[in-house]
C-alpha cells in the first residue's frame, strides 16, 4: 500500500469513529466511509483526496455562489484577524467591518430594509427573525400575536425555532417535541393562508414567512402573482411578512435577492449562505426602517438576543469582500443568463429521456421530477433520484436529491461564476447518469420472459 492510499484509510478510519455528520444516513457512513474527502476546490470544480475531479453542481450547499478557491477573500480574512480577529458586539461594541457590511446590505436589499441583526448562520437567522418578530409584538401591547405561519415543502433550518417553522415533515419528526405556535398552509395558495388567518383569529398571527423559491423543499417556484398577492394578505391582517433568502439571496436567482423578481419587499429579511459564498459563517436578519424605529422608541433596557459571534469582524471583512466580487465580476447577470442555458439544457435531456417530468428553476437553482409516466406523472415506487444523483457522482458531477413528503427530485445550483461550456460538461455527465438509471429502471419493469 502507498503512502498516499495509507492516508486516505487513515482518514477513512477517522471519519467512521469520530466525525458524526449533519444531514448524513448514519448507517451508510459507518459501512463504507465518507462518499469524498475533499482536499481542494477551483471554480466550480472540487478534487477528492484520491485525485478524482468533480463538477460542484450544488455550490456545496446552495452557498459557494463565487466559486471555489477565491484567494481575495482569504487575504480578507487574514488582514482582518491579522488587525481584530474578534470583538464582542454586546453592550453596544462594535467593529468598523461590521458597521460597512450593515450599511452595504442596506442600500442592495430590497424595500426600505436597513438594519441588520447579524449570526453565524440561516438557522439562527430564521430563529432570530421568529423571536424579533414575537418581540416586537410584545413592544406593541399585542402579547398574543405569537403563531408563525410558514409553507409546506419549506425549509428553514434545524435550530428548534427553525425546525418548527420548517414544513418538510421529516424534519420536523426526527424530534419529539417541537416549539409551539407554528402553523403551515399550502405552498403556493394564498387561499388557504387567508382561510387558516381567518380561523385562528387575526390577532394571534405574528409573521409569515416564505423562501422565494423554496430550495432543500425541491426547487418550488412560486406563481406569478403569488407573493403580491401574500403581501396584500399580510397588510390587511397587519402580520409582519418574513422572506428567508438564505439560499436565494447574493445573486443565486439572477438577481441580488429573490424577491426582486417578484416586486414585492418584505417587513424582515433572513440571509446567510451566499453573503460569504461559504468562506466564513455569517447570517443575519435585516429589518425594515419603520420597525426599527419602532424598536428603538418601544423598547426600554437591554434586547435580550444575541450570539456570541454576531457581527463578527473576520466573517463581515469577507462577506465585505465577497459582494465585491460578486459585483465586480457580474456574476449576478452570468446567473441570469447561465440559468436560461442550465433550464434549456434540463428541458433538453426532458425530451432525450423516459424519466423526466416537470423542470423548473429560477436563476442558478434548478429542478427536475422523476416520473415512471410522463402523462400521469406517477412516479416510481422506489425514488430514482437518489440512483441519479450516485451514478452522477461517478460521472464526475454533484448534485442533490430530494424524496421528502413523497417527492422525486434531483436538484442544482453551481457556482455563478460557471462558464456556457461547464453548463454543456454538467448536462452531458447529467445525461449519461439519467441514462445508466433509467436503463436500469425499466429493464426491472419488464415482465419476465
Same mark, same amino acid.
Given at each position: 500500500m502507498t503512502q498516499s492510499e495509507k492516508l486516505v484509510e487513515e482518514l477513512r478510519d477517522l471519519d467512521k469513529k469520530h466525525f458524526f455528520h449533519p444531514t448524513s444516513p448514519i448507517q451508510q457512513q459507518q459501512d463504507q466511509g465518507p462518499a469524498f474527502v475533499f482536499t481542494e476546490g477551483k471554480g466550480i470544480y472540487l478534487h477528492d483526496i484520491t485525485g478524482k475531479k468533480v463538477i460542484d453542481g450544488m455550490s456545496s450547499l446552495w452557498n459557494v455562489n463565487i466559486g471555489h478557491g477565491h484567494e481575495e477573500l482569504g487575504k480578507a480574512a487574514m488582514e482582518?484577524?491579522?488587525?481584530?480577529?474578534?470583538?464582542?458586539?454586546?453592550a453596544t461594541f462594535s467593529n468598523e467591518p461590521a458597521i460597512r457590511l450593515a450599511a452595504k446590505l442596506a442600500q442592495i436589499s430590497p424595500g426600505d430594509l436597513s438594519a441588520t441583526f447579524f449570526t453565524s448562520g440561516g438557522s439562527e437567522a430564521n430563529d432570530t427573525a421568529y423571536k424579533l418578530a414575537r418581540h416586537y409584538w410584545l413592544l406593541k401591547g399585542q402579547p398574543v400575536r405569537k403563531k408563525i405561519i410558514s409553507r409546506t415543502k419549506s425549509y428553514h433550518g434545524v435550530s428548534m425555532g427553525a425546525t418548527s417553522a420548517t414544513g418538510l415533515k421529516a424534519f420536523r419528526d426526527f424530534t419529539t417535541s417541537l416549539a409551539p405556535d407554528f402553523l403551515y398552509v399550502d405552498h403556493f395558495s394564498t387561499?388557504?393562508? *387567508?382561510?387558516?388567518?381567518?380561523? !385562528?383569529g387575526p &390577532?394571534? #398571527?405574528?409573521?409569515?414567512?416564505?423562501?422565494p423559491v423554496q430550495g432543500a423543499g425541491g426547487v418550488h417556484v412560486a406563481p406569478e402573482h403569488y407573493f403580491s398577492e401574500v403581501r396584500q394578505i399580510c397588510d390587511d391582517y397587519g402580520i409582519l411578512f418574513i422572506?428567508?433568502?438564505?439560499?436565494?439571496?447574493f445573486g443565486r436567482t439572477g438577481k441580488y435577492?429573490?424577491?426582486?423578481?417578484?416586486g414585492v419587499a418584505p417587513d424582515m429579511m433572513c440571509f446567510a449562505k451566499g453573503v460569504t459564498s461559504g468562506y466564513a459563517q455569517l447570517g443575519g436578519v435585516m429589518i425594515s426602517n419603520k420597525l426599527h424605529q419602532e424598536f428603538i422608541d418601544l423598547s426600554v433596557g437591554t434586547l435580550l438576543h444575541g450570539y456570541t459571534y454576531s457581527g463578527h469582524p473576520m466573517a463581515c471583512a469577507v462577506a465585505l469582500k465577497n459582494l465585491e466580487i460578486i459585483e465586480k465580476e457580474n456574476f449576478i447577470e452570468n446567473a441570469?443568463? *447561465?440559468?436560461?442555458?442550465?433550464? !434549456?439544457?434540463? &428541458?433538453? #435531456?426532458?425530451?432525450?429521456?423516459?424519466?423526466?417530468?416537470?423542470?423548473?428553476?429560477?436563476?442558478?437553482m434548478c429542478g427536475i421530477e422523476i416520473v415512471k409516466d410522463k402523462q400521469t406523472n406517477e412516479g416510481f415506487e422506489t425514488p430514482l433520484s437518489p440512483s441519479i444523483v450516485a451514478e452522477a457522482a461517478k460521472q464526475g458531477l454533484i448534485c442533490r436529491s430530494v424524496v421528502l413528503d413523497g417527492q422525486d427530485i434531483v436538484v442544482f445550483s453551481p457556482p455563478l461564476s460557471i462558464t456556457k461550456e461547464e453548463i454543456?460538461?454538467?448536462?452531458?455527465?447529467?445525461?449519461?447518469?439519467?441514462r445508466i438509471v433509467e436503463t436500469a429502471a425499466f429493464q426491472k419493469l419488464l415482465p419476465n420472459t
Open positions: 482582518q484577524m491579522n488587525k481584530l480577529a474578534f470583538s464582542s458586539s454586546f387561499e388557504s393562508l *387567508r382561510s387558516l388567518i381567518e380561523a !385562528e &390577532e394571534t #398571527i405574528a409573521a409569515f414567512i416564505a423562501e422572506t428567508d433568502e438564505v439560499i436565494t439571496g435577492f429573490g424577491m426582486e423578481h417578484y441570469e443568463q *447561465r440559468g436560461k442555458e442550465l433550464k !434549456e439544457g434540463l &428541458e433538453w #435531456i426532458q425530451n432525450e429521456r423516459n424519466i423526466i417530468g416537470k423542470v423548473k428553476g429560477l436563476g442558478l454543456t460538461d454538467l448536462i452531458r455527465m447529467l445525461n449519461e447518469a439519467i
